[in-house]
């Protein structure tokens, strides 16, 4: 296809506008697209794409009133303007001190999950291993049920029994 | 550390073996991890930094890692030896580009990398040949434990590892694998493939080239989510569906190439076998294009026992650098790793201009394609 606006080189940035119900298209190619002043960044960094995220999300004041705004992170310093500009954060703790703010970003970029499966370090005092460990399992047997997979929804409940009476938490 | 040790020899990594080895060139994961009680490096001071460094250098340097290692502080390299490391892929752009103390411990088989104080204060590498993701994880989660055993990691029980940016957190894993599909692009389904891929929720990118159409028609394809899905999980995705799926994709292109479009896979072999034998100044991409062509012919003639007049001719050819009489896919590598801009400066021992770079390129592809008497 070629350039809509000059006509020679071929079209690689097609464009579709909804405006008011009516759907416009325009296929240009990459000279033409900078001369009209259109971004055309072949690749996005991730980083770029994380602050491009964090900026489209419902200001701070829309989401948690005018107090949260002012939220910064006792260790760090770090605030949620920070993290917008810069797409990574300040110190392990805003994990806690800004959770409310990260949930959606997070759920965002991983496919909607929010807690952790997989590895856990054998440092951890026992009581948190098997707290995860008994998370990631109860995740594991709803996934199990929902794909309709009876069999193995049934190991995996036999094994949170166990589990928990391991733990001697009946519950 | 000696750059000249390495210069001359292709990695291991990229020496054209292992399993699915005809599409998947290597196999890389990627860990990402924190010391807990420190902030993460946007917001250290150089201090904290140093200290971070110091911290990991020392547990890394101490540790039985399985490989002989060596380290190298990366923010007192020249830039030269900082590209060279990226085009071996030991350490990440990021890394090369960075400031403030930061470092790397690799081993001397290429096989194992650790960048300390990337985006996070430790990163570990592993890579190997070919399609062998479970081989990386176990080498991978190996070491990960080692250095736990040593330093407390930043670690939550909701979020699982705490990273810098939240698209590390939870696993901290990225599984990478660089696929070659030359002939997915001749026959035009390279779109189609990036947006399988996109579909199946991973990353694509192409390598060695600049946008995201490489020139070598190498690419990489990672998982994008890390938090709620194992690391185990992850890596079987990747074995038993996305690369037995991708793979099969190029292979059906290159079967359709020699049932219906010979004249074109020809065409392109023979050129590239003719420009590459005969160019004077050859730039970086041009010869990463022509290069593939000829990775193509012969991974054709290799694995799918494929014969044409091109291929035919491209395996005559004896290459002049190798032991062996014959030209292989470890030559192609080795040309195409050699002809890098900081592998060919390092090589010649001081900093060349494009030109000058360009002209030596030529000539080392040159004399190595042309058919000994």
Redesign the interface.
Known sequence: MQCQACGKKTATIHLTEISQGVRTELHICEQCASEQGIATHSQTSINELLSHLLAVQPSDEEMFGPAQQESICPTCGFTLDRLRKEGTLGCPLDYKVFEQALLPLIERAHGGQSSHCGKVPTKLPTDTRTFVELAQLRRQLEEAVRDEDYELAAKLRDKIKQREQAEGRPK | MELTEFSQNLTDWFSGTGPLADVVVSSRIRLAR?L?G???L??CSVEEKAEILEQLKSVLMSLDLGDEVFYVSVDQEPELTRNFLVERHLISRHHALATGPRGAVIARRENFTAMLNE?DHLRLQVLKAGCQLRACAEQI?RI??LI??RV???????????T????N???G?RVSVMLHMPALKLTNQIEKFMNAAKDM?LAV?GLFGE??EAASDLYQISN??????????IVAEFENVVIPEIVEYEKAARRQLLDKDRDTLDDKIARAMALLQNAHLISSQEALFLLSHLRLGLNMHEHMGASTPAIDRLCALRASTEEQDRLTIRTINRLFLLTLPAHLQVNYGKSLDATHRDALRAKIIRDALTQQS
Do not use: K, M, W
């Not at chain 2, 810098?164 to 698209?167: G, R």
């Open positions: 924190n807990a420190h902030r993460f946007n917001s985006e989660d990960d434990s736990e055993a407390e990691y930043a670690f939550s029980p909701r979020f699982g590892y705490l810098a940016c939240p698209t957190l939870g696993t894993i929720n990118r946008g995201t994008q989510t890390t938090l709620g899905v194992s690391e185990r999980h």
